[in-house]
Antibody
Framework: QITLKEFGPTLVKPTQTLTLTCTVSGDSMRTDGVGVGWIRQPPGQALEWLALVYWDDDKRYSPSLKTRLTIAKDTSKNQVVLTVTNMDPEDTATYYC???????????WGQGTVVTVSS | DIQMTQSPSSLSASVGDRVNITCRPSQNIYNYLNWYQQRPGEAPKLLIYYGFNLQSGVPSRFSGSGSETDFTLTISSLQPEDFATYYCQQSLRVPRTFGQGTKLDIK
């Protein structure tokens, strides 16, 4: 049984850097073909794909946010960390991490963590 | 980026109805199409992957069809727990874009 849970601050100030941690339980992130991704959802809006890291440490980023995003995997801790630099009020959203299966679908999601950007 | 257009944006239906939701990518994505359900206050849940494959544990009243630039999610007989928002997502290219969502509510 794979579970994921997001950890991070609920409030950040504009221009600050956001660091979110996703802890993955019940699965080895070394399994061929799998990965972990980050998706966000502003209040009342649609889902937005941000980044993902595969089991072999291959990484993919949303081109529109690429200069501000970093995703990193720590297999020994079963954690995936997302950093977002230069936060803006428009980055206010629920941030989800999700397990990517071998068919490139997010089959298991964390509960999400709400991040508000405000001074 | 591949743009994903869902229709309708919202839909009212009754328990027992058959419902179709359409997703049209801006370019051919073969069968690289996933469908998710999101209930209010909850994380999304995978329903269908690679166009037509039913995720384990998902009721068989859900089905996916289509290919290339025209996909459909069908719910054969709506149940009360199906009233939610549905998203399609392409998994061919980066960024793995989502549709804008279809909100299904009770008539």
């Amino acid at each position: 049984q794979i579970t994921l849970k997001e950890f991070g601050p609920t409030l950040v100030k504009p221009t600050q850097t956001l660091t979110l941690t996703c802890t993955v339980s019940g699965d080895s992130m070394r399994t061929d073909g799998v990965g972990v991704g980050w998706i966000r959802q502003p209040p009342g809006q649609a889902l937005e794909w941000l980044a993902l890291v595969y089991w072999d440490d291959d990484k993919r980023y949303s081109p529109s946010l690429k200069t501000r995003l970093t995703i990193a995997k720590d297999t020994s801790k079963n954690q995936v960390v997302l950093t977002v630099t230069n936060m803006d009020p428009e980055d206010t959203a629920t941030y989800y991490c999700a397990h990517l299966n071998r068919r490139d679908a997010f089959d298991i999601w964390g509960q999400g963590t709400v991040v508000t950007v405000s001074s | 980026d591949i743009q994903m257009t869902q229709s309708p944006s919202s839909l009212s239906a009754s328990v027992g109805d058959r419902v179709n939701i359409t997703c049209r990518p801006s370019q051919n994505i073969y069968n690289y199409l996933n469908w998710y359900q999101q209930r209010p206050g909850e994380a999304p849940k995978l329903l269908i992957y690679y166009g037509f494959n039913l995720q384990s544990g998902v009721p068989s009243r859900f089905s996916g069809s289509g290919s290339e630039t025209d996909f459909t999610l069908t719910i054969s007989s709506l149940q009360p727990e199906d009233f939610a928002t549905y998203y399609c997502q392409q998994s061919l290219r980066v960024p793995r874009t989502f549709g804008q969502g279809t909100k299904l509510d009770i008539k």
